[in-house]
Antibody, heavy 116, light 108 residues
C-alpha cells in the first residue's frame, strides 16, 4: 500500500520560500501516476496547488503559478514543492496526494506558518 | 475556472437519519466529480469518484448521483463515524482542479 509523508520547515518568514518534500513509500513514484500538492488554510477549505507526472510534466493552479515549482526525484522516490514570495495568506496545512484529479492516497499533512 | 458550490454549509443531524448533501458546478463537469470526507486533524479521504462510484473502502450507505452541474451525496443512515466535513471536487477542466467550500455534518 502506497504511503505519502510530507516533510519540511514548519515556520517560514514573510517574503521567504517554502520548501516541502513528499516521500512515497510502498510503491514507486515511477508508476503511471500523478503527484499533487493541496493546501488548506486553518479552518478553511481545500486548494489545489499543482501536479507532476512520473515523467516530470507539470500543471499549476494559475493563481499560484508564478510562485510555485514542483519537481520529482525518481532516484529518491520523492517529489517536492517550492513556493516563493510567501505572505501570511500562505499559512496552511500542505498535503501531498496521489492521483489525476481524484486523490486516493494522501499524506498526513504538514502545517506551514508564515510569520516573522 | 470552474467554481464549485456546496450547500448547506452546515447540517445538524441525528444518528440514523438520512442525509443529502448538494454540490453545484458553475459549468458542466460531466460526471468528473469526486467527494471527500475529512475529519478533524486528518487528511481528506476519497469517498466517491465518477459522481457515483464508491472508492475502495467506502461503505454502501454512501451513494452519489448527478451529472453536468448538479450533484448529490447521500448517506442512507448516518453513523457516528460519519460526522465530518464533506468536499466535492471537479476534475473535468483543469488547471485548476477545484473544490467546493465543504459541508459540515454535525451532531444535532
Amino acid at each position: 500500500q502506497v504511503q505519502l509523508q510530507e516533510s519540511g520547515p514548519g515556520l517560514v518568514k514573510p517574503s521567504g520560500t517554502l520548501s516541502l518534500t513528499c516521500v512515497v513509500s510502498g510503491g514507486s513514484i515511477r508508476s503511471n501516476d500523478w503527484w499533487n500538492w493541496v493546501r488548506q488554510p486553518p479552518g478553511k477549505g481545500l486548494e489545489w496547488i499543482g501536479e507532476i507526472s512520473h515523467s516530470g510534466s507539470t500543471n499549476y493552479n494559475p493563481s499560484l503559478r508564478s510562485r510555485v515549482t514542483i519537481s520529482i526525484d525518481k532516484s529518491k522516490n520523492h517529489f517536492s514543492l517550492k513556493m516563493s514570495s510567501l505572505t501570511t495568506a500562505d499559512t496552511a496545512v500542505y498535503y501531498c496526494a496521489r492521483g489525476r484529479g481524484k486523490y486516493d492516497e494522501w499524506g498526513q499533512g504538514t502545517l506551514v506558518t508564515v510569520s516573522s | 475556472e470552474i467554481v464549485m458550490a456546496q450547500s448547506p454549509a452546515t447540517l445538524s443531524v441525528s444518528p440514523g437519519e438520512r442525509v443529502t448533501l448538494s454540490c453545484r458546478a458553475s459549468q458542466s463537469v460531466s460526471s468528473n466529480l469526486a467527494w471527500y470526507q475529512q475529519k478533524p486533524g486528518q487528511a481528506p479521504r476519497l469517498l466517491m469518484f465518477g459522481a457515483s462510484a464508491r472508492a475502495t473502502g467506502t461503505p454502501a450507505r454512501f451513494s452519489g448521483s448527478g451529472s453536468g452541474t448538479e450533484f448529490t451525496l447521500t448517506i442512507s443512515s448516518l453513523q457516528s463515524e460519519d460526522f465530518a466535513v464533506y468536499y466535492c471536487q471537479q476534475y473535468h477542466n483543469w488547471p485548476p482542479f477545484t473544490f467546493g467550500g465543504g459541508t459540515k455534518v454535525e451532531i444535532k
